[in-house]
């Protein structure tokens, strides 16, 4: 997710009309987006253990499998 993040390249910053008014409006949406990004944080997080834990058990699930089943997998 892009939001809690920003980029400012120096072109931008260092042009005349940019200013304290510029570094303002950029903390302001900052601000406004860190809920959000902190929602989608912790989103990702559980998100990547509930696909690492659905992986472990998949590999449990498949080393218990008897040969047959195997077979039966490697032929489908």
Known sequence: SAAGLMLLPKSEVFK???????????YQQLKR??????????????????????QEKARFTLWNLDAAAMQEIHLS
């Not at 005349?16 to 950029?26: C, E, Q, R, V, Y």
């Not at 987006?33 to 659905?54: K, L, Y």
């Open 16 to 26: 005349a009309n940019f200013g304290a008014h510029g570094i303002k409006l950029s």
């Open 33 to 54: 987006q860190r809920e959000i990004a902190q929602h989608m944080r912790v989103f990702i997080s559980a998100w990547t253990r509930a696909q690492t834990e659905a």
